[in-house]
């Protein structure tokens, strides 16, 4: 079992930056690659971004390629989402997620990830 608590949400203006934390729970959180997910009103759950196990590989979403960076501290059991230059449409609740699979490719759909965190609001003032 592994249990996932996102931090760090909250209201900003267009343009700022913000970090959300991930606290991962377990031995084996080194082994799991993490993503990142945002789910705005009405809208499906969408991947933002994803980092494999030791950090070498990252993925992005289009939308916030350029904008967003993620990283991780496997000492730590954490995994970060950097936001900068931050748009009204970034506004959502963001998730992450555990994929605990040792798939060798980076995963983007979020019925492939094992487990999740319970959200945290982001919300981005025009």
């Known amino acids: 079992q592994v249990q996932l608590r996102e931090s760090g949400g909250g209201l900003v203006q267009a343009g700022d930056s913000l970090r959300l934390s991930c606290a991962a729970s377990?031995?084996?959180?080194?082994?799991?690659?993490m993503g990142w997910f945002r789910q705005a009103p009405g809208k499906e759950r969408e991947f933002v971004t994803a980092?494999?196990?030791?950090?070498?590989?990252?993925f992005y979403a289009d939308s916030v390629k350029g904008r967003f960076t993620i990283s991780r501290d496997n000492a730590k059991n954490a995994v970060y989402l950097q936001m900068t230059s931050l748009k009204p449409e970034d506004s959502a609740v963001y998730y992450c997620a555990a994929d605990v699979g040792l798939h060798t490719e980076i995963l983007v759909i979020p019925e492939e990830y094992d487990y999740w965190g319970q959200g945290t609001q982001v919300t981005v003032s025009s």
């Open positions: 377990g031995r084996s959180f080194g082994t799991y690659a």
């Open positions: 980092i494999s196990w030791n950090g070498g590989s990252t």
